[in-house]
């Protein structure tokens, strides 16, 4: 009967093993992490499933084998506390961040003496062939939050050559998704020539959606020499991190320019992080997902390249220097996810008379490249570092409104272009007072007062609206209530703030009369969760089975110091 309950819980999540293969969790789940997906330093090179919270999550084999190796390191950092299956087939699972091994066999107890006695707790040891085996859907491990992250479970699939698999859409892990990926944004590149149309080198292009997973840009873009494209998009929108594209292919005149299909790769490879994503405009908070559709470098070698790039003409770039002038040509760029939905996008490039880009303040131009500038306007002062491409700035004055704040003096509006997307500097001059700062069209700026100079400084790319103010407004806090398939796992406290925003980390919780410590709120576990605008708050406290019924009262704060009143309620929670 549990068998039966599990089997109907876990499809109704549409995440199922193929080929009799065990799903890695025996609870439901969903991916929060993908294969290849963009992080600072490395591509990951697995999948990470939710636990929502939850320590304690049973992990099961995936399929006979025996435990080669045994991973912890430090807490804090990597995967914390990991397992290593060989399998019958030679592939080899790896599950991480795990809380505890089962007592199925001896090994829990070593590991925690290695563990309790290694430097740091670090320690990789592997085990004698077969010496402890396991089958297909035995509970070996439970999951937790050790290393970095919050409650997941990462899972590797590693082929017998030693290459990273994608468990999604292999005939392994199968998430039932139908929906094919979102495109946003495409950028093109012609660095040989200024266009005369258009006065850059870079241009970009807003998406519009046709049809379920047909895209077009509106715009017929000018060329000049060679052509290289940058994609902005993502798959699976109501994912946590949205996820990201497995595959990308660019066509003309029914011919490959670019082919990358991120179905697996080396433990080297996934350092090229850089190679198959723009890292300037990629990030994962917020999370922005931009994917190169050629090698940055043209005269790269190719044996540099990462092995998920199956083909590349003139290492991706588009020619253009046999076309005839004003001659048209239709690229189709088609973007796929890891279970074969494919969107595709439509851009019509034009040839046009092109000329050499220039280092001085022209061609649409005020600011030079190769110099520093500044320029003033009242109490605002906005510098640049010493630019790579030429640039152009123009400051006017503009009063204005913000909703939640009391605005300090006139605004200004701040016209920025640059031909390399650089960054200037923003100061204004002003007396400190708590809950003062910069806002930049209606959002608010991570600026920092400066005692010395007196007065506030901000970086920015993006120009707009900019004001001084005051943050009037205090944010809004809700009762606890129950959220999503594990309700009673976790509460949500939804906080909204017309002004600054609402701090991150700004909860403040009393439980039972007793004020927690930061510390206290990471134990249990409290965390915000930006997609729900909410505090999230698991309802195990404490050790033990009973349920008890706790007094707990909240406030939160906003970006700028602002408290909200407490708001108190009665919660059933663990104790």
């Not at 699939?157 to 994608?166: A, M, R, S, T």
């Not at 398939?485 to 980390?505: C, H, K, M, T, Y």
């Not at 930006?530 to 406290?541: C, E, M, V």
Request: aromatic fraction near 12%; charged fraction near 20%.
């Amino acid at each position: 009967m549990l068998k039966t309950f599990l089997i109907c819980t876990l499809l109704s999540t549409g995440l199922i093993f193929a080929n009799e293969l065990s799903y890695p969790l025996l609870a439901p789940s969903k991916i929060s992490g993908s294969f290849g997906e963009y992080r600072p330093y490395s591509l990951h090179r697995g999948v990470d499933m939710r636990t929502f919270a939850v320590s304690g999550v049973p992990v099961v084999a995936m399929s006979n084998g025996f435990v080669e190796k045994l991973h912890g390191s430090n807490l804090n950092s990597g995967f914390g506390r990991a397992l290593y299956l060989r399998h019958r087939d030679s592939k080899m699972s790896v599950y991480g961040h795990l809380h505890s091994l089962s007592q199925n066999n001896n090994l829990w107890f070593a590991w925690n003496l290695f563990a309790k006695y290694s430097a740091n707790g670090n320690f990789m040891i592997t085990l004698p062939e077969n010496q402890f085996p396991v089958k297909g859907s035995e509970i070996i491990a439970y999951s937790g939050d050790a290393g970095i992250g919050p409650y997941h479970l990462h899972y590797e699939l590693i082929d017998e050559k030693g290459q990273y698999v994608n468990p999604i859409g292999q005939d392994y892990l199968r998430y039932g998704d139908r929906e094919p990926p979102i495109l946003q944004k495409l950028y093109i590149y012609t660095p040989g020539a200024a266009m005369t149309s258009k006065k850059r080198t870079l241009q970009n292009c807003e998406l519009h959606k046709r049809e379920a997973n047909q895209y077009a840009c509106d715009d017929v873009i000018p060329v000049d020499d060679s052509v290289c494209f940058r994609l902005t998009a993502y798959d699976q929108s109501l994912a946590i991190n949205r996820l990201g594209l497995t595959s990308l292919r660019v066509e003309m005149n029914d011919k490959t320019i670019y082919w990358a299909d991120m179905r697996q790769m080396s433990r080297a490879q996934g350092s090229l992080h850089y190679r198959f994503y723009d890292t300037n405009r990629s990030s994962l908070s917020p999370v922005v997902y931009t994917h190169h559709a050629c090698w940055p470098d043209q005269s790269a070698d190719a044996d540099s390249h990462a092995g998920w790039v199956i083909h590349e003409e003139n290492n991706g770039w588009i020619k253009t220097d046999d076309w005839a002038l004003n001659e048209k040509k239709t690229v189709n760029i088609i973007a796929g996810d890891a279970e074969g939905n494919l969107s595709r996008l439509s851009v019509v490039l034009q040839k046009a008379n092109g000329s050499k880009p220039s280092y001085t303040a022209s061609a649409g131009y005020n600011l030079a490249a190769r110099k520093s500038h500044s320029k003033k306007s009242g109490s605002l002062t906005v510098s640049t570092g010493r630019l790579k491409k030429p640039a152009n700035l123009a400051i006017i004055s503009k009063p204005g409104s913000v909703k939640g704040m009391n605005i300090v003096g006139k605004g200004w509006q701040i016209r920025w272009r640059s031909a390399g997307w650089e960054y200037f500097k923003i100061f204004v001059a002003a007396p400190f007072r708590k809950h003062r700062g910069l806002i930049l069209n209606g959002k608010w700026l991570n600026a920092e007062y400066s005692s010395s100079r007196g007065g506030y400084t901000a970086w920015s790319k993006r120009a707009g609206n900019l004001y001084l103010a005051d943050d009037i407004s205090s944010p809004q806090i809700s009762l606890p209530y129950a959220y999503g398939p594990l309700a009673q796992r976790e509460f949500d406290i939804r906080a909204f703030d017309s002004g600054s925003g609402v701090d991150d980390n700004g909860l403040e919780l009393m439980l039972n009369g007793i004020l927690l410590s930061e510390k206290d709120l990471l134990h249990w576990g409290v965390r915000f969760d930006k997609d729900r605008n909410a505090f999230i708050l698991p309802t195990g406290i404490l050790p033990g089975d009973k349920t008890e019924v706790h007094h707990l009262k909240t406030r939160v704060k906003d970006r700028s110091g602002n408290f909200s009143s407490w708001v108190s309620s009665w919660l059933y929670l663990k104790g």
